[in-house]
């Protein structure tokens, strides 16, 4: 089974950053992409970047500029680097691996999903 960990969320003020952390453990033949959203309180969860094996990156038009992901591919881990935050970045913010593939003997792939970590911006 595969488990994603997310780590880095706090409270900072506008202007702040904030480094956040997903970490993919389990039996990991390789995966397609790995993605960042957020869900603020009563909204709809929104993507906010993706990373892909062959890393091809995509930001959401409102962190463009402001937000950085990286991965590491020996750590099955990606980054979220999150500068010049605003009160609206506001949400718990949770990591996506797409595409994962668990066995050299089999070619099914899945998706799985953190918990989320909470972000917090006071202005």
């Known amino acids: 089974q595969v488990q994603l960990m997310e780590s880095g969320g706090g409270l900072v003020q506008a202007g702040g950053s904030l480094r956040l952390s997903c970490a993919a453990s389990g039996r990991i033949v390789s995966m397609n992409a790995m993605e960042w959203y957020r869900q603020a309180p009563g909204k709809q969860r929104d993507l906010v970047a993706i990373i892909t094996s062959d890393d091809a990156i995509t930001y959401a038009d409102s962190v463009k500029g402001r937000f950085t992901i990286s991965r590491d591919n020996a750590k099955n881990t990606v980054y979220l680097q999150m500068n010049s935050l605003k009160p609206e970045d506001t949400a718990v913010y949770s990591c996506?691996?797409?595409?994962?593939?668990?066995?050299?003997?089999?070619?099914?792939?899945?998706?799985?999903w953190g918990q989320g970590t909470q972000v917090t911006v006071s202005s």
């Open positions: 996506a691996a797409r595409g994962v593939r668990t066995s050299f003997f089999k070619a099914d792939r899945g998706d799985y």
